[in-house]
């Protein structure tokens, strides 16, 4: 079955830290899409990154980069120098048929 | 601005009645979809449409409607056959297909008393 999990449930770090949000996925799929979503407190998702399966190339954008290894099922994402405006719930999410699926999303604090 | 708007921002009902969530986009989209979503539970699809006139259910469609009427709109009537209906409700949309990145709503707060 397509899953995506998302171990850590909440997380914690003081500004300026560095901090990875882990993203492990199940598939039958060839070809897929993972994706990253932030919903800060106002509670609207704002889209992050879209990776097909074909490109494993590592992406980095400012101060987040994305780390996709295929051997792993994982899409990891990195918040370097972290700030407190980064607090939010973070999604990573994977196609399935015709649509999407969430993971249960990571919340983060970054404490000033 | 072109975006998707959600009304009203909190909605609240007495237990048994119906209630319809507004979700409008003036992205040009295709597609357009239904997310509920519980404290830690993450986002769950209600229901979603390819385009108008036609609509699919989703993973816990059950005690919830929609139609597809205009490309623009597609409103959700929760029912008072959903069990639980507190939650919060986010309405999405996109170009069409599972590769195309989802543009979302701000979202509805619907409290059931």
């Known amino acids: 079955a397509q899953k995506v999990t998302q171990a850590q449930t909440e997380i914690s770090v003081v500004e300026k830290e560095d901090v990875t949000l882990d993203c492990v996925y199940e598939?039958?799929?060839?070809?897929?899409?993972l994706f990253w979503y932030k919903q800060p407190p106002s509670g609207e998702l704002v889209f992050l990154i879209r990776r097909n399966s074909f490109d494993e190339q590592n992406e980095i954008s400012g101060r987040y980069s994305w780390n996709f290894q295929k051997s792993t099922s994982s899409f990891n994402f990195t918040i370097t120098a972290s700030q407190v405006v980064d607090s939010a719930v973070y999604f990573c999410?994977?196609?399935?048929?015709?649509?999407?699926?969430f993971g249960k999303g990571t919340r983060l604090h970054i404490l000033p | 601005d072109g975006g998707i708007t959600q009304s009203p921002k909190y909605l609240f009902r007495k237990e048994g009645q119906n209630v319809t969530l507004s979700c409008e986009q003036n992205?040009?989209?295709?597609?357009m979809y239904w997310y509920r979503q519980d404290p830690g539970q993450g986002l769950r699809l209600i229901y979603y449409s390819q385009i108008v006139n036609d609509f699919q259910k989703g993973d816990i469609a059950e005690g919830y409607s929609v139609s597809r009427e205009k490309k623009e709109s597609f409103p959700l009537t929760v029912t008072s056959a959903q069990k639980n209906p507190t939650a919060f409700y986010l309405c999405?949309?996109?170009?069409?297909?599972?590769?195309?990145?989802?543009?979302f709503g701000p979202g509805t707060r619907l409290t059931v008393l």
């Open positions: 999405a949309s996109n170009r069409g297909g599972n590769h195309n990145e989802q543009f």
């Open positions: 999410a994977l196609s399935r048929d015709d649509k999407i699926i």
């Open positions: 598939t039958r799929d060839t070809t897929y899409y």
């Open positions: 992205l040009n989209h295709d597609a």
